[in-house]
């Protein structure tokens, strides 16, 4: 079956514009996962979501940064007046049960905000 | 708060030797650790899965061993192959709550030359 799925592969915006970015998960996983990854920060946990819980959105760097999940199945982050330091690839991962099951990454977003 | 650090940055190794590469985490309250590789521009691909319950899991050439009251987890490589070459990341989700977040070391950049 297919992997997680996420377009655009890459984006390249200019500073204070807005951008979305879109995740595919595995057919049947129920959590979906937001990562960041920068040169300065590594890799670092964005936001989460489970069936139809509640999101966990502690990892989310500022209120520019939301994210929604329709159906429980595509998802979409959106980036609000985007500004340099949120250059960065972006990826998603689904998994099965939560805590129990291997989260599949997405090949991820490269956003450059120029 | 959990911190993950992986040793070395770096290693470059001849063809056919056997290596390992070290994890360290800070609070050993975790649900599972995942080993992962990610090749350049590319997502991350898991290799193996260790439950906190759980010494080692192995995968072909690849075995993984976790000390969990040590904070601690190693990857051994046997008899690598260039195509091995890639950066390997290791991870740990606390679980037992709402959210199985994965918390990221910083990654061994690994080079195997032919």
């Known amino acids: 079956g297919a992997g997680v799925s996420q377009s655009p592969s890459n984006k390249v915006t200019e500073k204070g514009k807005d951008v979305e970015l879109r995740c595919d998960p595995i057919s049947g996983h129920t959590a979906l996962y937001w990562y960041r990854q920068s040169l300065g920060q590594g890799l670092e946990f964005l936001i989460y979501f489970q069936g139809n819980s509640a999101p966990d959105k502690s990892g989310l760097p500022s209120d520019r940064f939301s994210a929604e999940r329709t159906g429980g199945s595509v998802s979409t982050l959106t980036i609000q007046r985007t500004q340099q330091e949120d250059s960065a690839v972006y990826l998603c991962a689904s998994s099965s049960l939560t805590g129990l099951e291997t989260q599949y990454f997405g090949p991820g977003t490269r956003l450059l905000v120029l | ?114």
């Open chain 2, 1 to 114: 708060k959990q911190e993950v650090t992986q040793i070395p940055a770096a290693l470059s190794v001849p063809e056919g030797e056997n290596l390992v590469l070290n994890c360290s985490f800070t609070d050993s309250a975790i649900y599972n650790l995942q080993w992962f590789r990610q090749d350049p521009g590319k997502g991350l691909t898991s290799l193996l899965l260790i439950q906190s319950s759980q010494r080692e899991q192995t995968s072909g050439r690849l075995n993984a061993s976790l000390d969990k009251s040590s904070g601690r987890s190693t990857l051994y490589i046997a008899a690598s192959q260039p195509g091995d070459s890639a950066t390997y990341l290791c991870a740990v989700s606390r679980g037992g709550g709402a959210t199985n977040k994965l918390i990221f070391g910083t990654g061994t950049l690994l080079a195997v030359q032919p």
